[in-house]
């Protein structure tokens, strides 16, 4: 697979509410859009991954009503968002100050990564990992 080094890859979530959720990971990211226009918000988190937010209404209209509503699953996790950052409990902090959901503090993982856990203002998993020791 060749993937674009121009455009790279956007991972987008479904919002009940555009406005707030993008508030929530301006706060959480500590960045602000590269791209906000009514529809879709975007955060670019390195080179090549974008964090995309589309309202869940906007979604159901551009797939013309065939998959069920997204917010018939509102509120519960739908996917999870795995961000390697310098100190997952920072990250952690800073999602509960935004109104997200605490989960998890960091600890090692069986897979070996430290990670702390939270959900968003949607009910997505985040997890907040590194590497190295906790």
């Known amino acids: ?42 955060f670019k ?35 999870e968002i795995y961000i390697y950052v310098d100190d997952p409990d920072k990250y952690l902090d800073r999602l509960v100050e935004a109104g997200g959901t605490y989960i998890s503090e960091g600890k090692i993982r069986s897979w070996g990564d430290c990670v702390s856990y939270g959900s968003d203002l949607d009910g997505h998993i985040l997890a907040f990992a590194k590497i190295v020791n906790c």
Request: with cysteine; aromatic share 8%; proline share 8%.
């Open 45 to 79: 988190l390195n080179e090549y991954a974008v964090l995309g937010i589309m309202p869940e209404e906007g979604i159901y209209r551009v797939l013309e009503g065939k998959i069920p509503h997204p917010n018939e699953a509102s509120k519960k996790p739908r996917c």
């Open 1 to 42: 697979m060749n993937i674009s080094k121009e455009k790279g890859v956007i991972f987008i979530i479904y919002a009940e509410d555009q406005d707030k959720s993008k508030a929530f990971y301006q706060k959480v990211l500590e960045s602000r859009p590269t791209l906000d226009v009514p529809g879709m918000t975007e």
